[in-house]
Nanobody, 121 residues
């Protein structure tokens, strides 16, 4: 299993970013997928999850209405569109499969390198 995140950058408050995750080594279209984020000294927290077909989504409370998760099964990729970014969104962002959108616990025990998002003026 390989998960490779990309798209992180330094962005000003109020700005937007799109993160991408390229997955390989498993049957991507069969798994619900998710985005997580972590800051030093804190536990990794769920940002958003999406069902294997893309028909159901689940968002963490702090990002609802600002972030949008999507996927392209033909490209084994999952995306996170982030709008109205705030300094508290600064974190390393990771993707992973989850057991289900309704029970979004990480499926794979190994994680990719993540991609750094920094929101600062």
């Amino acid at each position: 299993v390989q998960l490779v995140e990309s798209g992180g950058d330094l962005v000003q408050p109020g700005g937007s970013l799109r993160l991408s995750c390229a997955a390989s080594g498993f049957t991507f279209r069969a798994y619900d997928m998710s985005w997580w984020r972590q800051v030093p000294g804190k536990e990794r927290e769920l940002v958003a999850a999406i069902s294997n077909t893309g028909g159901r989504t689940n968002y963490g409370g702090s990002v609802k209405g600002r972030f949008s998760i999507s996927r392209e099964n033909a490209k084994n990729s999952v995306y996170l569109d982030m709008n109205s970014l705030a300094p508290e969104d600064t974190a390393v962002y990771f993707c992973n499969a989850v057991h289900s959108v309704e029970n979004p616990t990480p499926y794979w025990t190994s994680w990719g390198p993540g991609t750094q998002v920094t929101v600062s003026s």
